[in-house]
């Protein structure tokens, strides 16, 4: 661990330990460093997942999905990040995390207090009759409504769910209510920030520098990991 890091993580620590409602906001970085593909570097292949190729070809539209999309996810799980996050959330540290990842990781290392504003992986819904299903229907080859037969389609793809006004709207409120954000691997798609305090953690520039109090570069990894060290957070 280098000296640098590890003060700047104090720093984010003592930060932390001090504010009254602290939020944290990921995007790709957490996921992609662990091989967890993201939405926002999945715009190569989102011609393949127009709609019209999953009503139409809904065989090539799902073995897409899964070999680049839900095969990864469900094969790491979460990871050091997530953990920490979680582990954040139950030690009240912060309230909650508003996220643009859509892979659910957040949730399954046990976060509560989430909002996925471009929805996730755990809402998928029936073209047919619109009745909604978790995330386990994905492992389905060509998933199908159990009800009516109707075909799956996953929300992130689409986004055009009903409750995802929700989502935006719980994150805003969030956000408005918080003297403390913690920016982690954002690329900058939900830019409402704490317009009181902002810790900004990214390898690389990005367009919360310039408003941070501190900018902490390095990986989220290496910074959650020396962070639960330093709060003494049993992270499992
Ligand atoms: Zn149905």
Redesign the pocket.
């Known amino acids: 661990m280098n000296q640098k890091l590890s003060e700047q993580v104090a720093q984010l620590a003592d930060s932390l330990t001090k504010a009254k409602f602290a939020t944290i906001l990921t995007g790709a970085g957490i996921s992609v460093s662990s091989g967890i593909p993201d939405m926002e570097m999945m715009d190569d292949v989102f011609g393949l997942f127009a709609e019209s190729t999953l009503e139409s070809r809904p065989e090539v539209f799902y073995q897409a999905f899964h070999r680049n999309f839900i095969d990864p996810i469900f094969a790491h799980g979460p990871n050091i990040t997530h953990r920490t996050i979680a582990e954040l959330e139950r030690n009240l540290f912060i309230h909650g995390v508003v996220t643009t990842n859509v892979d659910y990781l957040h949730e399954l290392a046990g976060s509560h207090n989430v909002a996925a504003i471009w929805s996730s992986l755990n809402v998928n819904h029936?073209l047919?009759?619109?009745?909604i299903y978790e995330i386990s229907v994905l492992k389905n080859v060509v998933p199908h409504?159990p009800?009516?037969?109707?075909l799956i389609s996953p929300d992130p793809v689409y986004r055009h769910i009903a409750t995802l006004p929700d989502q935006v709207r719980q994150a805003d409120e969030w956000m408005d209510s918080s003297d403390l954000t913690i920016v982690v691997g954002s690329n900058g798609y939900y830019s409402h920030t704490s317009t009181r305090q902002i810790i900004n953690i990214n390898p690389k520039a990005n367009a919360f520098d310039h408003e941070a109090k501190l900018v902490i570069r390095a990986s989220a990894e290496d910074t959650f990991t020396e962070l639960a060290h330093q709060l003494e957070l049993k992270v499992e």
């Open positions: 029936c047919n009759c619109g009745r409504c009800v009516c037969g109707g």
